[in-house]
Every structure is written in structure tokens, then in C-alpha cells.
């Protein structure tokens, strides 16, 4: 069976002081992206093989989300997942978060399992804290280090996504977040009724500790801008930069004046 493992975007990214676990405490709005995922093909096979081109075998999460299903399984579940990468690695789209839970949903279904979303839901969250989100999809709140999940609403949106070369690790990021001073407290507003209303409502906590690790995030970001970007915000963790836009037209318009040689990709996310 293939699935389709889309990208996030984190419109909201509200991050908390470090908590003893290491973890930080989130408060996030997360949209499942169109016009931007990876395959995920899935199949009983007989032995464990877990093919991505970059990120193969074990080091790929798919394989850690395979450990949890067939722990909760207590027996063997000899899977072959294959992944067409199309989401950037160490961009802060949750590529690798996607497989994962696309391998979850898929082994679950050819395996006969018939575990139940909530089931899932939890197995996802040992594999990593973005991945319950892939699970359930859409867009959603997101508490807790990023498991506890809420139904929510964003306005339809379009989005070009531009990535330097140089990625960011996850825990390198939080890891300088802890070093800079705190981000202003949570204001607690929801997202706009329209896509309007998205440019002074955007916010990512880890900006100023993506750009102290990655000066160079500066050039892409004044790139978007330039290109009439409405706002521009840091995927998750990055390195990935959006430029938020009301309709794709508006995306397409301003990839087409862009001037930046790296990855670029017009997507599109939230609305009814
Ligand atoms: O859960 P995941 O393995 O994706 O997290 C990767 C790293 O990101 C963690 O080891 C931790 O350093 C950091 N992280 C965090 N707070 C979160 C999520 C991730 O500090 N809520």
C-alpha cells in the first residue's frame, strides 16, 4: 500500500522553558501541507528492510516507528517500507515525522492490526513528538513537547517554501534557544477568520536561535520579502523559510520573481 507523508507548517510555534526531561513545552498550530510530500510504500515482506535514499535502515524513524508497532504487537511484523523523498531533510518541514507515521498507519493496515487511531496516536508519540500529528493530520493545536493535539482552523493559505543548503539539527536549535533570552509570553489569540489577518499573527520561538546558528537564514528570508512575501516565517526548527501569501497565485507570482537558486516549492494548507 502507498501513502502520501505530506509536509507541516507551523503557523504558531510557541515554545516554554526547557523542562527537566530536556523536553520544552510547546504550544503550536500545525497545517498539513498540499503540493508537497513524500511516498511512503509499505509491505509485508520477509524480513525488515526500510529503503530511503540519504537515510537508510535503522538511522530512518520509519524503522523506529516499525519497533513500537511490533512491540504493541508482540510479534515480528517483517515490513519493507520504501520512501520517495520529496520534503527536504533538516528543514523543519517534518519529512522524516510524515514517514514515520505514514509507516505506522500503513503497516497497521497490511498487517491486519486494526490498532485504532488513539492506539497510534500514542505508539507515534515514542517514535517522536511530531509524528502523532501526521498521524491524525489537517490542522491541529499541539501541546504538551507536541503530542497533545486539538482539533483547529486556519484560513486557506498559500505558502513558498525556500531552503538554504545547510540544514538545521532539531537539538541544536533548542539547544541555543536555551542560551538566548526568553521569547515574550503567550497572548493566547487564536488564527485570523482569513488569510489576511495570517501576517500579524504568524510567530516561531526558535527564529532568533535558527538565525544565531545559521546567519546565513538572513538572505533567503530578505529574498521572500522582496519578493512581496505578505510574512516570512521559519518552518519548525528550519532551516526551510516560508513566505505566506492568501492564494497561490500570489505564491506562483512571487516564485516567479524570487531570487534564490536553492529548493523552492509553492504549497498550500488549512481552509474548511
Ligand atoms: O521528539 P524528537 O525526537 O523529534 O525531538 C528531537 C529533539 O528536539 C529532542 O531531543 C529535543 O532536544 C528537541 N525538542 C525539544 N522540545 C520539544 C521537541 C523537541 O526540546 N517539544
Given at each position: ?148 493535539l486539538r482539533p483547529a482552523r486556519a484560513p486557506r493559505f498559500a505558502a513558498l517554501l525556500v531552503k538554504p543548503d545547510a540544514g538545521l539539527s532539531t537539538g541544536a536549535v533548542y539547544a541555543a534557544f536555551d542560551r538566548l533570552a526568553p521569547p515574550p509570553p503567550d497572548d ?85
Amino acid at each position: 500500500m502507498t501513502l502520501a507523508a505530506p509536509a507541516k507548517l507551523n503557523l504558531r510555534l510557541l515554545v516554554g522553558p526547557r523542562r527537566d526531561d530536556g523536553y520544552h513545552p510547546l504550544r503550536t498550530l500545525m497545517v498539513a501541507l498540499d503540493g508537497l510530500a513524500d511516498t511512503v510504500t509499505v509491505r509485508p515482506a520477509p524480513e525488515r528492510r526500510v529503503r530511503c535514499a540519504g537515510v537508510e535502515g535503522p538511522a530512518n524513524l520509519a524503522w523506529r516507528a516499525l519497533d513500537a508497532l511490533e512491540a504493541q504487537a508482540g510479534r515480528p511484523l517483517p515490513t519493507e517500507v520504501v520512501i520517495d523523498k520529496r520534503i527536504p531533510a533538516q528543514a523543519g518541514l517534518g519529512g522524516g515525522s510524515s514517514d514515520a507515521a505514514a509507516t505506522l498507519l500503513g503497516a497497521d493496515r497490511v498487517h491486519g492490526l486494526g490498532l485504532g487511531a488513539a492506539r497510534l496516536e500514542r505508539l507515534a508519540a515514542e517514535v517522536g513528538s511530531d509524528v502523532p500529528f501526521f498521524v491524525r493530520g489537517g490542522v491541529q493545536w499541539a501541546g504538551g513537547r507536541g503530542e497533545r493535539l486539538r482539533p483547529a482552523r486556519a484560513p486557506r493559505f498559500a505558502a513558498l517554501l525556500v531552503k538554504p543548503d545547510a540544514g538545521l539539527s532539531t537539538g541544536a536549535v533548542y539547544a541555543a534557544f536555551d542560551r538566548l533570552a526568553p521569547p515574550p509570553p503567550d497572548d493566547g489569540a487564536e488564527p485570523p477568520p482569513a488569510a489576511d489577518g495570517l501576517a500579524g499573527w504568524v510567530r516561531n520561538d526558535l527564529w532568533p536561535a535558527a538565525l544565531a546558528l545559521a546567519p546565513g537564514l538572513g538572505a533567503p528570508a530578505r529574498a521572500l520579502a522582496a519578493a512581496g512575501a505578505r510574512a516570512v516565517l521559519l518552518c519548525g526548527s528550519g532551516s526551510c523559510l516560508a513566505g505566506l501569501f492568501p492564494a497561490r497565485a500570489d505564491a506562483e507570482a512571487a516564485a516567479a520573481r524570487l531570487r534564490w537558486p536553492g529548493f523552492r516549492a509553492v504549497v498550500e494548507g488549512g481552509g474548511p
